[in-house]
């Protein structure tokens, strides 16, 4: 069966630091994969998302990036984080457009 | 503005009560989707109903779509407890590439009282 896995579950981390959040899925090949952030009390706000190894579409111009260098890995970054990019954020994969999104448990962000 | 928007924002019932939670939409969809988030935790995918389709049903859940009125509905029936959570509808929009992109509306929350 399929596994999504997100960590860290936690981080809080200064204005200005670096970011990384690590997205795998298991048990799947060449799935899309999304990335997504929640404000507190809010729908769900598509950041990025990609269809293959390297292939990385914005759908918001922002202090964020993502990569892709695994089939089943997606990361997302920040050079500087800023108090604005606090929030929840899930990552989703789906084997196809489509199709229903299976999300992971996401990562709380807090920047200080 | 938001794709998908959800009415009520909130709703509070009793168990054993029926809960209807209503999403409106702009543009129109491939399919739409509805998901339930317990608090602090990811979302799970309830129904998807595509945009041919008028009526699914999956357990105590039914899911209306009229493509006319760009809206749709999702009904729990014989409501529990453990249903307590926000419900977020999402549309796959026509169009372009879609890649499955979605767009979530900002969601009801249910609460329902033993």
């Known amino acids: 069966s399929q596994t999504i896995h997100q960590w860290p579950a936690t981080l809080v981390q200064p204005v200005g630091s670096p970011l990384s959040l690590e997205c795998t899925v298991e048990g799947t090949s060449n799935p899309n994969l999304y990335w997504y952030r929640q404000a507190a009390g809010r729908g769900l706000q598509l950041l990025f998302y990609s269809v293959g190894i390297g292939q990385i579409s914005s759908e918001v111009p922002q202090n964020l990036s993502a990569s892709r260098p695994q089939d089943r890995q997606f990361i997302l970054s920040s050079k500087k984080l800023l108090l604005s990019d606090s929030g929840f954020y899930l990552c989703a994969w789906t084997p196809r457009a489509d199709h229903e999104q299976y999300f992971g448990p996401g990562t709380r962000l807090t920047v200080t | 503005s938001q794709q998908g928007e959800e009415d009520p924002q909130a709703l509070s019932i009793q168990e054993g009560e029926n809960a209807t939670m209503n999403c409106s939409y702009k543009t129109s969809i491939n399919n739409l989707q509805w998901y339930r988030q317990n608090s602090g935790r990811g979302l799970v995918h309830l129904i998807l109903?595509?945009?041919?389709?008028r009526e699914k049903h999956s357990g105590r859940l039914r899911v209306t779509l009229d493509t006319s009125k760009k809206s749709s509905s999702l009904l729990i029936t014989a409501s529990r407890a453990a249903d307590t959570a926000s419900y977020f509808c999402a549309t796959d929009v026509i169009g372009g590439t879609s890649y499955g992109k979605l767009t979530f509306g900002q969601g009801t929350i249910l609460t329902v009282h033993p």
């Open positions: 109903i595509r945009s041919n389709e």
